[in-house]
């Protein structure tokens, strides 16, 4: 595998920079946040429109531009350098992604190209009030209905962007099922009768997260993602993608905590010297330079396995997800700590950092979760 990103592949992250120094700096990340929709949405429009974001990973044949998870890890890391707050995560890499992986070539003409224009943002909904990440945790019950369609009734926690999505692809099981069987992905409006939404009290933020209360929701059985509920092995690979993609936006997070905490160094003077001349600093610099490295690594190479729909895409998402979980959450701190009491303050960017980082650390599954997984993959 090369590393290297092609020169189309360097273009587009620096287009990204360039679009995103103009319009996710830190007054526009605080108005975004700070605002209703959670996103300022002529920038999204801007993004979907001319720049094609929303359509990276779409083949062509749904209206996307057909490139792959390279172009994404790509996009996903200068994001999170930028703290974007768009619905990009949960439209691209959780709704997108979900369809792309079980839906069926007729679900995907008919939903993939209003997420490519960026016209439907869509989410998953998938991890509950239990608080698990694995399709064991799964209690929502998705019941025959009238017509050949099914009733889901349950409830949905910590959907990203859940709140203001126009589609949400829902997992739920047969009733009476356990562990894997009988799961199912449900594809709904977010206007379907019987489905509530309530937005949830965050740590971060500058991503969104909502409650979806589901009783007696009923679907036609054309909103079933494939053909039955047995949607456990495409909901595991749903997942390990979604998890590469957040793993190369806590790089982004990581690289630029460091790089705030290095500039800080430079122009903060104690004792007459910059504090950056200071062994202490210096050397909490150079570990946070090794650990954002080390997590550039697993995600790149996690990248390089998507894109190629490798069988290791489930070790190496969970190596990825966790090297960049604790890679992001030790530079966030870290910053916090070079920067001192003014980490703290609401006027310095650090706690935002530091807040994405921590969240993102637990989102889709945390350290000790993937480590478990990918010594249970390995026989350990």
């Given amino acids: 595998m090369n590393f290297a990103f092609t020169e189309e592949q360097e273009a587009l992250r620096s287009a990204a920079r360039s679009f995103l120094a103009d319009h996710s700096g830190s007054e526009q990340v605080r108005a975004a946040m700070a605002s209703e929709l959670g996103h300022d949405p002529q920038v999204w429009k801007q993004i979907a429109a001319e720049l094609g974001w929303t359509a990276v990973i779409i083949p062509e ?39 792309l992986v079980a839906g069926s070539e007729e679900q995907k003409r008919a939903l993939l190209p209003g997420i490519a224009e960026g016209e439907t943002r869509a989410t998953l909904a998938f991890a509950e009030p239990n608080g698990r990440w694995d399709a064991s945790g799964i209690e929502c019950v998705a019941r025959p209905g009238a017509g050949g369609g099914f009733a889901l009734d349950g409830t949905k926690s910590f959907a990203v962007d859940g709140y203001r999505a126009d589609l949400l692809v829902v997992a739920a099981r047969r009733e009476g099922s356990t562990g894997e069987d009988g799961i199912g992905l449900f594809a709904l409006a ?20 909502a409650e979806i209360a589901l009783r007696d929701a009923r679907v036609p059985a054309s909103a079933l993602l494939g053909d039955d509920l047995d949607a456990a092995p495409a909901l ?48 909490k610099c150079a570990d946070m330079m090794v650990a954002v ?65 921590r969240a993102g650390e637990h989102l889709l599954g945390d350290p000790a979760f993937h480590r478990e997984r990918v010594a249970r993959a390995i026989g350990l």
């Fill in 61 to 99: 044949a749904y209206g996307g531009l057909g490139l792959g998870f390279v172009e994404l890890v790509a996009l996903q890391e200068v994001m999170g350098e930028a703290l974007f707050c768009a619905p990009f995560f949960s439209s691209v890499c959780l709704g997108a992604n979900a369809l």
């Fill in 190 to 209: 977010g206007d379907t009768p019987g489905l509530a939404r309530r937005a949830l009290p965050t740590l971060d933020p500058t991503r969104p997260l």
């Fill in 236 to 283: 595991r690979k749903i997942l390990a993608r979604a998890a590469v993609a957040l793993s190369a936006e806590l790089v982004g997070v990581a690289q630029k905590c460091l790089d705030l905490s290095v500039d800080y160094a430079k122009e903060r003077v104690q004792f007459g010297r910059p504090i950056g001349s200071f062994q202490a600093i210096k050397h």
């Fill in 293 to 357: 490295e080390s997590a550039r690594s697993a995600s790149y190479y996690a990248g390089c396995v998507a894109a190629e729909d490798s069988d290791e895409l489930l070790v190496t998402a969970s190596l990825a997800k966790a090297t960049c979980s604790e890679a992001a959450f030790r530079c966030a701190a870290d910053a916090i700590q070079i920067h001192g009491g003014v980490g703290f303050t609401w006027e310095y960017d650090v706690h935002l950092y530091f807040k994405r980082a």
